[in-house]
């Protein structure tokens, strides 16, 4: 999805630095859900420090543009959430893949929870944690190779 960077919202940024621009135009090319190594990456010739990244990504969660998701086995990714509706994540615990899934009842928890519990939702992470299909074949796999190099006489009939 292509997202438009001259929205009110992104043009709301405080301080745009060239690099900050330079940050800016080149997450909507970015895949859905990236690192802030993925956004190195793509900096690499102009030069934007490692400092600059973290803190412009920090900047742009606190402004409500990104939303960072924690990963399980540390570290973390980023995606553009502006004009987008709240959606789980499927992730798996193989291979650390995230894919969006669409929940349209997540719209109307942070109401819910306001009148419930009195508690105001600044944003919503639902993540569903387990294997993706290609993690789950190779995993089927590798038990059916640890079953055939059991012996046969220990193997249970
Ligand atoms: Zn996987
Ligand atoms: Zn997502």
Same mark, same amino acid.
């Given at each position: 999805?292509?997202?438009?960077?001259?929205?009110?919202?992104?043009?709301?940024?405080?301080?745009?630095?060239?690099?900050?621009?330079?940050?800016?135009?080149?997450?909507?090319?970015?895949?859905?859900?990236?690192?802030?190594?993925?956004?190195?990456?793509?900096?690499?010739?102009?030069?934007?420090?490692?400092?600059?990244? /973290?803190?412009?990504?920090?900047?742009?969660?606190?402004?409500?543009?990104?939303?960072?998701?924690?990963?399980?086995?540390?570290?973390?990714?980023?995606?553009?959430?502006?004009?987008?509706?709240?959606?789980?994540?499927?992730?798996?615990?193989?291979?650390g893949?995230?894919?969006? /899934?669409?929940?349209?009842?997540?719209?109307?928890?942070?109401g819910?929870?306001?009148?419930?519990?009195?508690?105001?939702?600044?944003?919503?992470?639902?993540?569903?944690?387990g294997?993706?299909?290609?993690?789950?074949?190779?995993?089927?796999?590798?038990?059916?190779?640890?079953?055939?190099?059991?012996?046969?006489?220990?193997?249970?009939?």
């Amino acid at each position: 999805m292509r997202l438009s960077l001259t929205s009110k919202s992104l043009r709301r940024l405080p301080r745009r630095t060239r690099e900050r621009e330079l940050i800016l135009d080149r997450l909507p090319s970015l895949p859905g859900h990236f690192s802030a190594d993925d956004v190195l990456d793509a900096l690499r010739r102009h030069g934007v420090s490692r400092a600059t990244v /973290y803190r412009t990504l920090d900047l742009l969660v606190d402004q409500g543009l990104l939303q960072r998701v924690h990963l399980d086995e540390g570290g973390a990714r980023y995606e553009l959430i502006h004009d987008r509706a709240p959606h789980a994540h499927l992730y798996c615990l193989g291979c650390g893949r995230l894919t969006d /899934y669409p929940l349209p009842f997540l719209l109307q928890l942070p109401g819910r929870v306001m009148r419930q519990k009195g508690f105001a939702a600044e944003h919503l992470l639902f993540r569903i944690c387990g294997y993706c299909r290609h993690c789950r074949s190779a995993r089927r796999g590798r038990r059916r190779n640890i079953s055939n190099a059991i012996p046969k006489r220990t193997r249970k009939s």
